[in-house]
C-alpha cells in the first residue's frame, strides 16, 4: 500500500494534486487536507513510516544512517502535527527516540568506555528487523488462499436427516413416583386438606371397564366379574363399579328384580332412553 | 475456454450455489463474468459430471429448479448419524401429569389442574396420547362431559409393569418448606398403610 | 465392508460433515453404527479421495481441524461472483498484528506495541477473537500478569493450513542488543514453558 506512493525521488511526495505530483510542500500552494491525511494515514504506524522513509532512499537498515532519517520523520511528523492527526502520540514517541539516538551519536565518548559502549541505534535497528519481518510475515499471510476470497468450503445435500430417528425421552419408574409426590406436595400447598390416595387395583379397573364399555356400549354385570382373577379380582371389579356409579360415570340398570344387571356410559344410557 | 477450465467452473458452481442451479442460470453466470458459454456447452458438461459422479458417494442430481450434489440415498441410513440427538427430558409439568393420571385414573383434565394448581397444557396431553402412554376412556356425565384419562397397556409394558398395582409407592416429597415437613410425613405413612392393604 | 462402498461412505461423509472432519471422528462415526475401520484404512481411503479430485473443480483438503472438500483457489474470482456482498478486507493493522501473533506465538499485547511503535486497538483484538482466529493461551508471570495470545485452528483452517510449519517463513526476530541479551533468552525459555502447558 504504501509502496504506491514510493517514487524514486530523494525528495518527499506528499501527494498528487490534479495529477500533478507534490514534492514539497509550497507555502502558496493549497493543498487539501484530505489528500495528506491519506498518505500519511497508510501508514500503519511509526515504525511502517521509518521503515518506508529508509526503503524509499535505499538506506541500510543495518547502518542506518539516523540523521537524515530523523529529518525526513520529523518533516513527517510535522505534517501530521498540522492536521492534528490522531496517529500523532504514537509518532512523537518515536520522534523523542530518534532524537535521543541522534544526541547520543553526537556526545563524545569517553575512551574508557569505548569497548563496552552499545551502539545507540542497536536496539532501533533490532526494532525495525523486527518490524521488517513481519511486515513480510503480513503479506504471505495475505497471499494465502483464503476462505470465502479464494476458495469455498463446498457440502452435498443430503436426504440422510430424514433417516434421523428423533428419539424419544426416558422415564425411570421411580421419576414417575417421584413427580406424583411432588404433585401432592403441591396440592396439599394449595388446598390445605387431605388429599386421599385410593387404592390403585380399584382406580385401574375403573379405567379398564370405561374403556371397555367405549367398545361395548352395554356389558352384562357378570361378565365384569371375571372369576379367573380370583377373590381378589372380583372384589376389585366389584369396587370398581360401585365406584364408577358414584361417581355418575356408568349407568347401572336392571329391568326388573333378579334380572341381569346391565353397565353402560351415561352418554349411552342417555342415547337409549331418549332414542 | 478450455473445455477442462469450463468443467471445473460449472462443478465448483453448482457445488457452491447454496441452490439448485438451472442451466439458464450458470449461462448467465459466465455472461456477468464476460465469458460466452451456450446452453449446450453447459448441458454438455453436466451430462459429463452426471456420469463422472455416477460411482461416487455424492451424485449431481437434477431436480425440479435445477441441478445439486446431493448423497447417495443408499448411504443415509448411516449418514444420519452425524445429527443423531441424545433424547431429550420431558417437563416436570408433563411428569407431574402422566404421575397423577397413572395413581389417580380415570381423571379429567380439571381434576389434574386441580391438584396441579396450574391449568394442563394441551401440548402435554397431545405428547402423551401420541407416545401411546394415556387414552381418553369415557366421559365424566358433568356439564361439558369432560374426558377421562387413563393409562394404557403401552404404558404399563414401557415401565415393565403387570398392573398399576406394581406402580411403586408414593417417595417422601422434597420438603419444599420446613412448616411442611410434618404434614408430608403425615401422608406419607398413611399411604404406606393403603399400599399394604391393597396388596391382594 | 466392501472397499468401494467405504470410500463412497467417507466421501459422502465428508461432504456432509458441517465442519471438517478428522480421521478419529470418521472412525468414531463407523464405530458408533457398529462397523469396525482402522484408522490406516482411513486415511488410505482418503488419500485415494484426494487423488481422485485432483484435477477436478473442488478439492478434497486437509487443514487443521481435519478433512473439507473446498474449490480450488484458482478458480476464486469467478466463483465469488455468486455472492453480492465482497470478501472482507483487512487492514494493515490488523495484518500485521495477526502475523505478529501467528509468527511469533504465544505473545503480548506489549510485546505486539513493542515490534508495532502503537498501541494495539482494542478493536482489533476483538475482531481477531471474533473471528475465532486468536485466543488467550495464558498469562505471562511477571508484574500485571499480562495475556498470552496464540492462534487457534480455526486461523488456520481459515488460511487453508494443516499447522503453524506451513506458515510461509520469515526471518528470525534478530537478538536483543547485548546488554539485554540474558534478559531476552530468559524470556524466551519462559515462554517456551508456558507454551508446553498451555498445550492441551
Known sequence: ?275 | MQQQQLKQLIEALVFVAEAPMNVQQIVDHFLAHGRDVSRQQVRNVLAELQSDYQERGIQLQQVASGYRFQTRAELGGIIAGLWQEKPPRYSQALMETLALIAYRQPITRGDIEEVRGVSVSSQIMKTLQERGWVKVVGHREVPGRPQLYATTSTFLDYFNLTDLSELPAIPEPPAKASNTGPVAQEKTAETATEESESAP
Do not use: C, W
Request: charged fraction near 25%; hydrophobic fraction near 45%; aromatic fraction near 6%.
Open chain 1, 1 to 275: 500500500m504504501t509502496e504506491q506512493v514510493a517514487p524514486q525521488q530523494q525528495s518527499l511526495p506528499l501527494g498528487f494534486v490534479r495529477g500533478e505530483p507534490v514534492i514539497e510542500k509550497p507555502e502558496d500552494l493549497y493543498i487539501p487536507p484530505d489528500a495528506l491525511e491519506l498518505i500519511l494515514e497508510s501508514f500503519s504506524g511509526p515504525m511502517d513510516l521509518l521503515l518506508y522513509l529508509i526503503r524509499r532512499d535505499k538506506l541500510d537498515i543495518v547502518d542506518l544512517p539516523i540523521l537524515p532519517v530523523t529529518k525526513q520523520y520529523m518533516t513527517y511528523v510535522e505534517m501530521m502535527k498540522e492536521l492534528k492527526l490522531e496517529l500523532a502520540a504514537d509518532y512523537l514517541v518515536m520522534a523523542a527516540m530518534l532524537a535521543e539516538i541522534k544526541s547520543r551519536l553526537l556526545l563524545p565518548r569517553p575512551p574508557a568506555d569505548e569497548e563496552d559502549e552499545i551502539d545507540p541505534r542497536a536496539e532501533l535497528v533490532r526494532r525495525l528487523q523486527e518490524y521488517e519481518a513481519i511486515r513480510q510475515g503480513a503479506g504471505h499471510l495475505d497471499e494465502l488462499p483464503q476462505e470465502g476470497r479464494d476458495l469455498f468450503v463446498v457440502h452435498a445435500e443430503t436426504d440422510a436427516k430424514a433417516h434421523v430417528e428423533q428419539p424419544l425421552p426416558d422415564v425411570a419408574l421411580a421419576d414417575l413416583a417421584v413427580a406424583f409426590a411432588q404433585a401432592m406436595a403441591q396440592a396439599q400447598l394449595l388446598n390445605h386438606h387431605q388429599v386421599q390416595r385410593e387404592k390403585l387395583s380399584t382406580r385401574e379397573r375403573m379405567s379398564r371397564i370405561l374403556d371397555f364399555l367405549q367398545q361395548q356400549p352395554r356389558v352384562r354385570f357378570a361378565d365384569l366379574l371375571v372369576t379367573s382373577e380370583g377373590k381378589a379380582g372380583v372384589v376389585v371389579s366389584f369396587l370398581a363399579i360401585l365406584e364408577l356409579a358414584k361417581e355418575a360415570l356408568i349407568e347401572v340398570v336392571q329391568v326388573e328384580a333378579f334380572s341381569e344387571i346391565h353397565l353402560s356410559t351415561r352418554g349411552e344410557a342417555y342415547a337409549t332412553t331418549t332414542a
